[in-house]
């Protein structure tokens, strides 16, 4: 098994539908993460969830719902989108939440909301 | 607001040439991680540099961390078609546990 894994790979979705990410983690970390990732831009955290309690939340809009039912698995619930959500969706893993600690990432979910 | 600044934003040189990408700030950092980002693929660590001006090597790969802190530069000797890929750099802020990151620098080895 991969060290964090992430599904589908590839995401289209209509801006009426609903559509979820999952994200699981083979490592033994306590803290997972979402990122946006758009081109030429840094990566935009999303959310941090660490021992399964959201600890941070970027003021991201509510059209984005995490959902960490345990340390090894994050979800991301997408409903009613809008055409500039398109991006590659990451999730890391690490092995807490304090900075400076390395961060495993899947591969991304690549979103195309038509 | 802390920034991360890389530069250039796209290089495509020829295989065997050698490169310098670069990562500045107007802050200092405790520290300073540089990822690499292959196409299809997440961003995945290829190091972290803490005392300034440290020095790294990751075999023809160079990582050095300024001396007051507020910038990094990334040297490859001899550059690769392995080495395509996205170059991104990533510091702790001061105020929470979050990383902040670079735009990246996209680097293309053409055979």
């Known amino acids: 098994e991969t060290g964090v894994t992430q599904t589908p790979r590839h995401l289209v979705m209509g801006m009426t539908n609903k559509k979820s990410l999952k994200c699981e983690q083979h490592?033994?970390?306590?803290?997972m993460y979402w990122y946006k990732q758009s081109a030429k831009k840094p990566l935009e955290l999303m959310f941090v969830?660490?021992?399964?309690?959201?600890?941070e939340n970027n003021s991201v809009p509510s059209r984005f719902s995490p959902e960490c039912p345990n340390s090894s698995h994050l979800f991301l619930h997408l409903h009613t989108l809008q055409p500039e959500d398109s991006a590659l969706y990451l999730c890391?893993?690490?092995?807490?939440?304090?900075?400076?600690?390395?961060?495993?990432f899947g591969q991304g979910t690549r979103l195309t909301v038509v | 607001t802390q920034l991360l600044e890389q530069s250039p934003q796209f290089l495509s040189i020829q295989e065997g040439e050698n490169l310098t990408v670069y990562c500045n700030s107007s802050s200092v950092f405790s520290s300073l991680q540089w990822y690499r980002q292959e196409p299809g693929e997440g961003p995945v660590l290829l190091v972290t540099?803490?005392?300034g001006g440290e020095v790294k090597k990751l075999k023809r790969l160079t990582f050095q961390f300024g001396d007051a802190r507020k910038d990094s530069s990334l040297h490859i000797t001899a550059a690769q078609p392995g080495d395509t890929g996205l170059y991104l750099c990533a510091a702790p802020m001061d105020s929470n546990y979050q990383l902040i990151w670079g735009a990246g620098t996209k680097l293309i080895i053409k055979p």
């Open positions: 969830y660490s021992l399964e309690e959201r600890v």
């Open positions: 540099v803490v005392t």
């Open positions: 890391a893993s690490s092995q807490d939440e304090t900075w400076a600690i390395e961060a495993f």
């Open positions: 490592l033994g970390h306590n803290a």
